[in-house]
């Protein structure tokens, strides 16, 4: 591919987030609710699309959780029903149960879906009593260790030796500003403040080509590889490529987080990768093999 710009996503990516997001996600739902779905179905709403942070994720899962309560649904027809939109996320998830229920099971559900708190329990498992106070400004709901501290690191320090030596790197994530500096920091990243985009920076989130063709533009490329986790991260450089034609964009599916094995390379195909790669650690012989 020869790119003159490599873009990496940070979460299956860079960094291990099965037992820290993923597991946030479903312990969320489960303390507010009493139930919830397994961690293996967090991909299918992934996999619907539109699921820029794990926030919404959470809220969508547990919106489920509520629905099926009041009139059964399979997870499968819900997040298929998500998919079917047009963007995907969590307005099409809101869709969804309101096609689902009548007009008395809607609002019941409405008034005891609370986003809010959802939110406030995520963090709290998520960052830890201490870093809550430190991000959030406030005292957590409970205190918790904090799942950020279980994100195994992903990339060795030699393939980043070799991409920041071969290419203008940058990062483009769905986490938080203050999250993203914490991983990056894990890693041994460091990328200046123009060269990224995290939650903070933009509001469309992926896969609107805004960010990915900004970050081409500011580092004066020809060719930009993508790497992500999803199948958004895939469609992302794909819109990119229609937005911004005299630009060769490629999007790269990378199977360490929720895709794996030979359906997760069918999936990203199925959606205009360029290439599937096992690992973030096999993006520099892809990129740069001649070299």
Same mark, same amino acid.
Not at 93 to 98: C, L, N
Not at 246 to 264: A, F, P, Q, W
């Given at each position: ?5 490599? &873009?990496?996503?940070? $979460? ?11 597991? #946030? ?27 820029? %942070? ?6 969508? #899962? ?5 629905? $099926? ?9 819900? =997040? ?6 047009? %963007? +995907? ?56 260790? +904090? ?15 070799? *991409?920041?030596? %071969? ?21 041994? *990243? ?9 939650? $903070?920076?933009? =509001? ?10 900004? *970050? ?12 992500? $986790? ?11 490529? #229609? ?8 999007? &790269? ?7 794996? +094995? ?8 199925? &959606? ?7 690992? &973030? %650690?096999? *993006? ?8």
């Amino acid at each position: 591919m020869h790119a003159d710009a490599v &873009v990496l996503d940070i $979460d299956g990516v860079l960094l291990d987030v099965a037992d820290s997001y993923r597991r #946030a996600i479903v312990e969320s739902v489960e303390r507010l609710y009493d139930r919830t779905i397994d961690r293996d179905d967090v991909q299918r709403f992934k996999d619907a699309g539109g699921f820029n %942070n794990d926030w919404d994720v959470t809220y969508a #899962a547990a919106l489920y959780v509520l629905v $099926d309560e009041r009139e059964p649904i399979a997870l499968s027809t819900f =997040t298929d029903g998500i998919a079917a939109e047009a %963007n +995907g996320g969590l307005d099409a998830a809101e869709s969804v149960a309101a096609d689902h229920l009548d007009d008395d099971d809607l609002a019941a559900v409405r008034e005891a879906w609370d986003r809010e708190r959802l939110r406030e329990v995520f963090q709290a498992l998520y960052l830890g009593t201490d870093l809550y106070r430190e991000l959030e400004g406030g005292e957590p709901p409970f205190e918790a260790p +904090g799942y950020i501290h279980d994100e195994p690191v992903l990339v060795d320090s030699e393939t980043l030796d070799r *991409l920041q030596s %071969n290419a203008a790197v940058g990062v483009l994530t769905g986490r938080p500003a203050a999250e993203a500096d914490i991983a990056l920091d894990r890693v041994g *990243l460091s990328v200046p403040d123009e060269h990224r985009f995290t939650m $903070d920076d933009w =509001t469309e989130g992926k896969p609107s080509p805004e960010a990915l063709t900004t *970050l081409a533009d500011r580092f004066d490329a020809e060719t930009v590889v993508f790497a992500g $986790d999803t199948l958004d991260d895939v469609k992302t450089a794909v819109n990119a490529a #229609a937005a911004d034609p005299g630009r060769m964009y490629h999007g &790269v599916g990378v199977l360490t987080g929720g895709l794996t +094995g030979e359906s997760g390379r069918e999936a990203y195909k199925s &959606v205009g990768a360029t290439a599937v790669v096992e690992s &973030v %650690n096999d *993006l520099p012989s892809l990129v740069f093999e001649a070299e």
